[in-house]
């Protein structure tokens, strides 16, 4: 990314430097470095495109916070490290801890945010050009955000396929397998494949979609950037808001001041994300339409869901627990057929042609 961002740097110098106006026209320019400003400004005819970047919570856990994140918690079990249940090349070879986890994040279990539908509000507006995400949980879809105006750079739970042969897998299936009370790892039905499938959300060791690289020149146009609720520690979308021209207001609203928010026109406002975007809200007279846009969300929730009642940290211990169990009892089932292994005295290896069929006929291979 950073080979990219220099030729970025490069071939739009010129674009990046700050314009002459004149009287009559409207400059990207706040008057301050506020809400009270900031609202001003988005009331303005000279906000037209903005970009929102979010990665905000509803009590699903975040990954990296230290101590407290899924990442942090899942260090003490039996895996080669964290991240693997995010690693291609291990799913490979066991997918069953990533289909636990993903048993509890799947969407419908948790409601959109007042963050994300304060997004919705932006493209109800006219003023949203596009939403970068970084999550994988399609709330901003469940929000009311079209589909063509999310980038979703690391994937999603919104479609899957199979790893080998690509071929897209149905929706109900996948839910169905994943969800049901005993685990079943999904495979390809297409005919000689059953390749494993997952989720199209975007493994380490796997390329991000091209739809993410694609819509970065798009950044050059922006007239307002809004970074909500994340780390900036992943690249390459944490360097997404040094894409924006020098005289393109950012505004970080977070918890914790994060990345290099030092330009003139930038804007910090630390808090809850929720809190302050309801308070934006207030200053540009939406509050009640922010209200109204939540309200809706409560159809996004399955039926027989609720809302959590946990907190997120709550909700990382379960996670951790169920992970530790199902490797406990894959370790267990690898010992025992290891075992039986050496005791069959008459056994025949397979060729890898027989391993190959045998593995596309077993759809029961992956069960708990």
Not at 1 to 21: E, Q
Not at 38 to 63: H, R
Not at 82 to 90: D, H, Q
Not at 288 to 308: F, I, R
């Amino acid at each position: 990314m950073h080979s990219l961002y220099d030729w970025w740097k490069r071939t739009s110098r010129r674009s990046m430097v700050k314009p002459d106006y004149t009287a009559d026209e409207n400059p990207r320019i706040l008057e301050g470095n506020d809400l009270r400003a900031l609202a001003k400004y988005m009331k303005s005819d000279s906000c037209q495109n903005l970009g929102a970047g979010v990665s905000t919570s509803a009590g699903i856990p975040d990954f990296r916070s230290p101590g407290t994140g899924l990442y942090a918690n899942l260090a003490r079990l039996n895996l080669p490290f964290p991240e693997a249940v995010f690693e291609i090349g291990f799913f490979k070879r066991n997918p069953i801890p990533f289909y636990t986890l993903a048993k509890e994040l799947y969407p419908g279990r948790f409601r959109p945010t007042p963050t994300h539908s304060f997004i919705k509000l932006l493209h109800s507006h006219s003023m949203l050009h596009t939403c970068f995400t970084q999550n994988i949980d399609t709330l901003e879809r469940r929000a009311g955000v079209p589909a063509n105006k999310i980038i979703e750079a690391h994937g999603s739970f919104a479609t899957q396929r199979c790893i080998e042969c690509r071929t897209p897998f149905d929706g109900e299936k996948i839910k169905k397998a994943v969800l049901s009370e005993k685990l079943e790892v999904p495979r390809c039905e297409r005919k000689g494949c059953g390749g494993l499938v997952k989720p199209d959300i975007v493994f380490f060791g796997e390329a991000l979609p091209p739809q993410f690289h694609a819509s970065i020149p798009h950044l050059r146009d922006a007239d307002l950037l809004i970074v909500m609720g994340t780390s900036l520690t992943v690249h390459p979308f944490a360097s997404l808001v040094d894409f924006v021209p020098e005289d393109c207001p950012r505004v970080l609203i977070n918890l914790d001041a994060v990345g290099h928010f030092n330009r003139k026109y930038d804007v910090v406002i630390l808090g809850k994300c929720d809190e302050v975007v309801r308070e934006l809200c207030t200053k540009l007279g939406w509050e009640e339409e922010l209200d109204a846009a939540w309200e809706e969300t409560k159809d996004s929730l399955e039926v027989g869901e609720q809302e959590p009642e946990e907190t997120a940290e709550d909700e990382v211990d379960k996670i951790a627990k169920d992970l530790e169990q199902t490797l406990n009892v894959s370790q267990k089932g690898d010992e025992e057929a290891s075992a039986k292994d050496e005791a069959g005295d008459s056994a025949e290896p397979r060729s890898a042609e027989e391993d190959k069929t045998s593995r596309a006929q077993s759809p029961t291979e992956g069960k708990l």
